[in-house]
Nanobody, 124 residues
Framework: QVQLVESGGGSVQAGGSLRLSCTTV????????MAWFRQAAGNEREFVAV????????DYQNSVKGRFTISRDNDKNLLTLQMNDLKTEDTAIYYC?????????????????WGQGTHVTVSS
């Protein structure tokens, strides 16, 4: 069985930065695309960013382009999300997830392994 654990969430003022991390407590994600999703209170879970397991190609939700950067360290099974210039609209629980394949996708149905989430709160 594969388990993922997120960390690094917290509370910041608008314009501030946070770095989220995700790692396995069992299993590996070296071969697989890894993504960040987020879910605000009362809303559906939505795609944020992805990095492929084959080429390292990245893709982002339009609202975070230029502000967020996704990266991975395959040797450590570590996924990160650097979030800069945070806005109140970024407030949500952030989840990391492993895809069923290496190619990047924003489709939530392509992800079968999930972490428990880490809270991010951005205040004005």
């Amino acid at each position: 069985q594969v388990q993922l654990v997120e960390s690094g969430g917290g509370s910041v003022q608008a314009g501030g930065s946070l770095r989220l991390s995700c790692t396995t407590v069992s299993g590996s994600f070296v071969r697989y695309a890894m993504a960040w999703f987020r879910q605000a209170a009362g809303n559906e879970r939505e795609f944020v960013a992805v990095v492929s397991g084959t080429t390292g190609r990245t893709d982002y939700q339009n609202s975070v382009k230029g502000r967020f950067t996704i990266s991975r360290d395959n040797d450590k099974n570590l996924l990160t999300l650097q979030m800069n210039d945070l806005k109140t609209e970024d407030t949500a629980i952030y989840y990391c997830a492993r895809s069923t394949r290496g190619a990047p996708t924003s489709d939530i149905n392509e992800y079968n392994i999930w972490g428990q989430g880490t809270h991010v709160t951005v205040s004005s």
